[in-house]
């Protein structure tokens, strides 16, 4: 229990690694870990796609500017899923709902290959391996990159995760109090503006003094910078073209 608790409390993303290949038995750990995944209805709507080609992760790079993608050892891509149970259903001559059609037939795609991510994240983290998942798998150019990997239609990618043996130990960052977090029997209806302020001030602190490339930063603008990006990003277009049409 103590090492499960200390595994949660001392996580960070591990973005640089060493060249020394992540072990199959750990890598089997992972899978397990994946496979046993808690889905939505036990319908396991996703897939998850290892590289280890360094071609191609040469290439995922080339495309995302993430580093961590050449560098690591295994490149995982996470994806929704609902090709192989239109495979089956095709098979079996049974009618496919237009589920993928809805926003939460994708949500659901979206939930059970983030679970999984996570599952495969603690698993790799207690083999000892350094991880770091890279959003921009999905967002700097996913068409291209469901080209590259053969994704078929009813498949899409929710996020990679670059796995290697750590060469780093980032300090960890701090996050919202339990307060701000953890609601309890309701959402708090108190004005969370100081608490709010005051996590972004110690934010600001930990980026002057971090460990590494430090900067002047604050929480909040940093992020709208990211979610200013976001805005450029063309993921409807993506999810329809992988063959979900968003109707409602
Ligand atoms: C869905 C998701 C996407 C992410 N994408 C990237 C990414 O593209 N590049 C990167 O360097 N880190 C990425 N991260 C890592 C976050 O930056 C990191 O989790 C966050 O800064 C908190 O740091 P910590 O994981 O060390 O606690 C991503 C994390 C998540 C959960």
Known sequence: MNDIKRLFETRTSVRRYEREPVSEIAMQTIY????????????????VVEVSNQDIKEKLYDITQQKQIKTC????????????????????????????DTLDGVMVGVIDASLAMMSASIAAQSCGLGCCCIGYTRTANPSKIAELLMLPKGVFIVCGMAIGVPRETPDLKPKQSQDLLIHKDNYRTDDIS????????????????????????DWCSHILDYYKEGLQYKIKDYIVSQGFDLIR
């Open 32 to 47: 397990a870990a994946i496979r046993n995944t808690p889905t939505s209805y036990n319908g396991q709507q996703f897939s």
């Open 73 to 100: 050892n295994k490149f995982l891509v996470f994806c929704a899923d609902y090709h192989k149970i239109q495979v089956l259903a095709k098979t079996k001559g049974l009618d496919f709902p237009p589920f993928i």
């Open 194 to 217: 100081k608490d709010m302020n005051e996590y972004d001030i110690q934010i600001a602190e930990y980026n002057k003094t971090r460990s590494g490339t430090t900067s002047d930063n």
